[in-house]
């Protein structure tokens, strides 16, 4: 009898809980709304199974309870019980990978003039590439990534040339408009997630992942690392700003390009040069001790 209540109770209190606990997506603020939707689904068909099953268990725990006068049966097969189970099963398993199938096809399918926008991970911290005005992305290289060229885009390709180049992890995308965010990763897995645009991605050392989405709620956001990628992962955290267009537009118009990082990097190395020879700058810091 304790055991039934008790099994209640438990079936009550989650139901209760799930209901009024304060742990919840964060509001959506893109165009996935068919993910919260397989979600829900996803929980009303686990939650209705949960349900059944303990409240079933209590209700033969009561019913079929010690009883000095009864005998228990041995009734290995039972088919039609056994069809029903499968049928239910069945309908169940359906119900709950459908939507996802779908909402899995929309995913991976990007639409025809989405503009592309390269996310660069690395330990720990993002970067982050627009093609420019010529609308394409110049070729990389990770032979040619240094303190200068982060993103290690090859010079001699004139279409980097015009790249606009961000190493800081603060993005700003355009209002409605939809973006495929392609990644890329120079050591180790890591994962872009903005949990209100409820999408994210593994990002895979030697290939490029993406996907796609439209922001719908100007705002700014926390983008997370997903994927425990070493002892400052909790530390790769960056921004993403969704703006009005024209806000948008007059940030990126503020970005350097590839070229002009290049030209600036080149500059100030020359110009450390010259401070070494002249004798107005020292090799190293006299003050500072080498900590190994
Ligand atoms: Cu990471």
Redesign the pocket.
């Known amino acids: 009898m304790y055991v039934a209540v008790a099994l209640v109770l438990v079936t009550l209190g989650t139901v209760v809980f799930h209901l009024v606990n304060p742990w919840w997506f964060t509001p959506i603020a893109s165009n996935w709304g068919f993910i919260d939707t397989t979600i829900d689904i996803t929980f009303w068909v686990t939650g209705t199974v949960f349900i059944a099953v303990l409240l079933f268990t209590a209700w033969c725990t009561y019913k079929y309870r010690y009883d000095p006068n009864r005998r228990s049966v041995y009734e290995p097969e039972n088919k039609k019980l056994e069809w029903w189970l499968i049928g239910l099963t069945t309908i169940g398993v359906i119900i709950m990978l459908a939507p996802g199938l779908v909402a899995w096809n929309e995913f991976v399918t990007v639409p025809k003039g989405a503009a592309e926008v390269e996310v660069l991970?690395k330990?720990?911290s993002w970067g982050y590439r627009f093609p420019g005005k010529d609308g394409v992305l110049g070729k990389t290289s990770v032979k040619l990534i240094d303190d200068d060229n982060v993103f290690g885009v090859d010079p001699k390709d004139a279409k980097g040339q015009d790249d606009v180049v961000i190493d800081d992890s603060e993005l700003h995308l355009p209002l409605d408009k939809p973006v495929k965010l392609l990644f890329r990763s120079t050591d180790?897995?890591?994962?872009f997630f903005v949990p209100q645009f409820r999408a994210k991605m593994d990002i895979i050392p030697g290939t490029v992942t993406y996907y796609w989405f439209t922001p719908t709620k100007v705002g700014t956001y926390n983008a997370l690392?997903f994927?425990l990628?070493?002892t400052g992962?909790y530390l790769?955290r960056g921004t993403v700003i969704i703006d009005k267009e024209n806000d948008f537009k007059a940030w990126l118009a503020e970005q350097p390009t590839f070229e002009k990082s290049m030209k600036e990097a080149a500059r100030a190395a020359n110009q450390g040069f010259a401070k070494l020879e002249s004798g107005q700058a020292k090799p190293g810091n006299e003050n500072s001790k080498r900590v190994f």
Do not use: S, Y
Request: charged share 10%; aromatic share 8%; net charge negative.
């Open positions: 991970a330990q720990w180790v897995l890591h994962n690392c994927e990628c070493g992962h790769m």
